[in-house]
Each structure stands twice: as C-alpha cells, then as structure tokens.
Nanobody, 121 residues
Framework: QVQVVESGGGLVQAGGSLRLSCAASGSIFTVYTMGWYRQAPGKQRELVATISSGGSTNYADSVRGRFTISRDNAKNTVYLQMNSLKPEDTAVYLC???????????????WGQGTQVTVSS
C-alpha cells in the first residue's frame, strides 16, 4: 500500500503566503513525478505544478512566478511554497505521486485527500 498525505493548508489574507507539504509512504520502490493540483467549488481539477524526480518543474500560467514547487527525494516529499496569494487561489489542493511499488512493474498514480487553502480579500 502507498499513502499520500498533505499538510499545511489554511486561511490567509490576500498577498500572504502558505507552504504545503506532501509525503508519500508505504511499499515504495521509487517515486517519479510529484505534483499539486487544485479544485475549487464548481470547477474542474486543474494542474498547479509538477516536479520530476530529476527536479524538472512545470507550472500553470496562473501561478508561475508566485508558487514554487520543490521536493526531497530522500523523504519522498514534495512542497509548494505559495506567495502573493489571491482569492482566486482558494481551492482544495491535492497532491499526486507517480509511484513504482515494490514488486509491481507499472507505476501508479496516488492521490492525497487534499488540504483546503482559503484566501480572503
């Protein structure tokens, strides 16, 4: 089994900052790409940022320059530093990890339960 657990959400005023963390644990051989997605009420889930095991990053246009994704491969953990937050960043933020499990050939995507980020105006 693999568990993906997020932390660090909360309520912040516009212009403020938050740092999200996400750790993958369990029967892991290796973790490939990790990423953050978000889903606001009534909207589709959208990509926020991803980072490969080698450190290559990808950002949504709406967050580029304000958010920074990073990871600690030794801890199978990914972070999202969010600065200059806007009310439109309000959403549930979900972590995704592409994991090759011990004894299983094909990597599988695992999702966390999500953490709420609310930005007040």
């Amino acid at each position: 089994q693999v568990q993906v657990v997020e932390s660090g959400g909360g309520l912040v005023q516009a212009g403020g900052s938050l740092r999200l963390s996400c750790a993958a644990s369990g029967s892991i051989f290796t973790v490939y790409t990790m990423g953050w997605y978000r889903q606001a009420p009534g909207k589709q889930r959208e990509l926020v940022a991803t980072i490969s095991s080698g450190g290559s990053t990808n950002y949504a246009d709406s967050v580029r320059g304000r958010f920074t994704i990073s990871r600690d491969n030794a801890k199978n953990t990914v972070y999202l530093q969010m600065n200059s937050l806007k009310p439109e960043d309000t959403a549930v933020y979900l972590c995704n990890a592409n994991v090759k499990r011990l004894g299983i050939v094909v990597p599988i995507d695992y999702w966390g339960q999500g953490t709420q980020v609310t930005v007040s105006s």
